[in-house]
């Protein structure tokens, strides 16, 4: 829950560059897809044991890592079914283990969008994420007030470390962008598989 807090404040001085680039069209079919599914994350939060989740979640995300790097692209327009059912993908895996970003950014690295168009609508995805994830939980009284406080003294830091990637981000430098990405991928899933203790 600490880093919902730091990621719903966190992306707010990059906020407004987004709105601007993201694809709005395929944004409120992602949003919506999350938002209906979402409960179904939470549930299996709080009743599926996490390290067979946790490691389901992985080798998922390495599966389409892999899918990625070898050259497997989607080619066209995304259309309006796999928007929403990426969107609610994110939602379910954002309501079980707060990660809604994965299969959105997975599907979008393999998209025509532009780089900047991949960031942006990823961005504001992400932001509806936690907004929508605070108002679920929070209603079902799942918030403690050692998380918040914790996840508000580092807003600050998060939202110096966005202003220095927004700053440096170049559209031109793509293939820098998807290696770093892919990195960060793999490197994520790998460590949540559950032989890690």
Do not use: N
């Not at 327009?77 to 309501?95: C, F, Q, T």
């Not at 690295?109 to 108002?135: C, E, K, Q």
């Amino acid at each position: 829950m600490t880093l919902m807090v730091i990621d719903g404040f966190g992306p707010l001085p990059a906020l407004p560059r987004a709105v601007r680039e993201a694809d709005w069209t395929d944004l409120r079919r992602l949003i919506l897809g999350m938002f209906l599914c979402m409960p179904i994350g939470i549930w299996l939060l709080l009743t599926v044991p996490v390290d067979v989740f946790r490691g389901t979640v992985s080798l998922i995300s390495l599966a389409l890592l892999a899918a990625l790097i070898f050259g497997v692209r989607y080619s066209g327009r995304l259309s309006p079914p796999k928007v929403y059912g990426i969107g609610a993908a994110g939602g379910v895996l954002g309501g079980a283990l707060g990660l809604a970003g994965p299969p959105v950014i997975l599907l979008y690295m393999a998209s025509t969008h532009a780089p900047a168009v991949i960031r942006a609508t990823t961005m504001v995805f992400l932001f509806a994420f936690d907004v929508i994830f605070f108002g679920m939980v929070g209603v079902q009284g799942l918030l403690s007030a050692a998380t918040l406080v914790l996840g508000a003294v580092l807003i600050a830091p998060m939202m110096l470390g966005i202003l220095i990637g927004t700053w440096l981000f170049r559209p031109a430098y793509e293939t820098v962008y998807r290696t770093v990405a892919y990195v960060i991928i793999g490197v994520s899933a790998l460590y949540g598989l559950p032989i890690w203790g």
